[in-house]
C-alpha cells in the first residue's frame, strides 16, 4: 500500500484539524511522562505495580472534567461511556494529573442520524463518522462526539476519540513533536499521524483486532496490520498507558522498508 493513501481526509472535508490548547511546560516538568525517554532513545525501566487508586483517580477526573450531553441516549449508555473513560485513564496517574489542568471535555452522544455539524462542530467535520475528537483553542471545553448506535458495536470508539483527546490536551507541544517526528518517515501528515496514536494505544487498551478491523480503509487497516509488539513506537504507547507493565519487545520487527524499519527500530 502507497503511504500516499495516508494522505486521506479523515474526518473533515478541507483535511483541517483541531487546535486545542496543549499543556503547558511547567506542568509538563512537574508531571513527567518517561514514555518520552522511549522514544527519546533512552531507558524506562521496567517494573512496580498498578496504582491501588487509578480508578478512584480517574473517575473523580471524568466526574469533574468530564461533561456528558446524552441527547436522550439512555442513562445505562452514557454510565458505559463514563466508566470506560475512567478504565483507560486508570493505568497512569500522571495523565490523570495532567489532565486536571487540561481544558474540561464535552462528550455528546449524538442521535442516529444526527449532524455533529448541528451540535456546533466545524461545518468541514464529515458526518459519516463514527466518532470524533475536536478543540479550538478559542473553546472553553475540548468536544468528543459518539455516535450512539456505535458505542456498544465499536468496541474501540470510546478509547480511540479519548486517545486523541490525550494527546491533543496532556502532550505539551514539544512532546507532541517527538511523537511525530517518529510517526512523520512512515504517515507524513498530521492526519494519519493522529490517527496512528490513537490505533496503537487501542491495541494496548483493547486487545487484538478482527479481520474487518484490520481491513479497514486507509490508515486505519494499514496500521493495524504493520503493528507489532516490539515496535519502539509500541514500547512508547505501552509505557504512556501502563506504565507498571512489561515492556513490548525491543527486537527489529521489520525488515526491507526504509521507513518502517525507522519507526519499529530496525537499523
Known amino acids: 500500500m502507497s503511504t500516499s493513501a ?13 487546535d486545542a490548547r496543549a499543556l ?12 518520552f525517554t522511549v522514544l527519546a532513545g533512552g531507558d524506562a525501566f521496567e517494573g512496580g505495580s498498578a496504582p491501588k487508586d487509578g480508578l478512584a483517580c480517574a473517575s ?7 461533561h456528558l450531553e446524552r441527547h436522550r441516549a439512555p442513562k445505562e449508555l452514557a454510565a458505559r461511556v463514563t466508566e470506560r473513560m475512567a478504565r483507560q485513564l486508570a493505568g497512569n496517574p500522571t495523565l490523570v494529573a495532567r489532565l ?4 474540561p471535555i464535552t462528550v455528546d452522544l449524538v442521535p442516529e442520524g444526527g449532524s455533529f455539524v448541528a451540535l456546533g462542530f466545524p461545518a468541514a467535520v464529515l458526518e459519516r463518522a463514527a466518532g470524533l475528537f475536536w478543540g479550538d483553542q478559542s473553546w472553553p471545553a475540548a468536544r468528543i462526539a459518539l455516535r450512539r448506535e456505535h458505542v ?6 470510546v478509547e480511540h476519540e479519548l486517545s486523541h483527546a490525550v494527546f491533543a490536551l496532556a502532550f505539551t507541544t514539544k512532546e507532541q513533536e517527538v511523537a511525530y517526528g517518529h510517526l512523520r518517515p512512515v504517515f507524513g501528515a498530521r492526519a494519519a499521524m493522529d490517527e496512528a496514536f490513537a ?3 487501542e491495541r494496548e487498551l483493547c486487545g487484538s483486532w478482527d479481520e474487518l478491523e484490520r481491513h479497514a480503509p486507509g490508515v486505519y487497516g494499514f496500521t493495524r496490520r504493520q503493528w507489532r509488539e516490539d515496535h519502539v513506537f509500541t514500547r512508547f504507547v505501552r509505557k504512556l498507558w501502563f506504565p507498571f507493565k512489561p515492556l513490548a519487545g525491543a527486537r527489529p520487527a521489520v525488515e526491507g522498508h526504509r521507513r518502517w524499519n ?3 527500530g530496525a537499523r
Do not use: N
Open 262 to 264: 525507522k519507526f519499529s
Open 100 to 103: 486536571a489542568g487540561a481544558p
Open 60 to 66: 473523580a477526573w471524568v466526574k469533574e472534567r468530564v
Open 152 to 157: 456498544d458495536a465499536t468496541p474501540m470508539l
Open 24 to 35: 503547558d511546560e511547567q506542568a509538563a516538568r512537574r508531571l513527567p511522562l518517561v514514555a
Open 6 to 18: 495516508l494522505a486521506d481526509r479523515f474526518e473533515t472535508a478541507d483535511g483541517s484539524r483541531p
Open 199 to 201: 490505533i496503537y494505544s
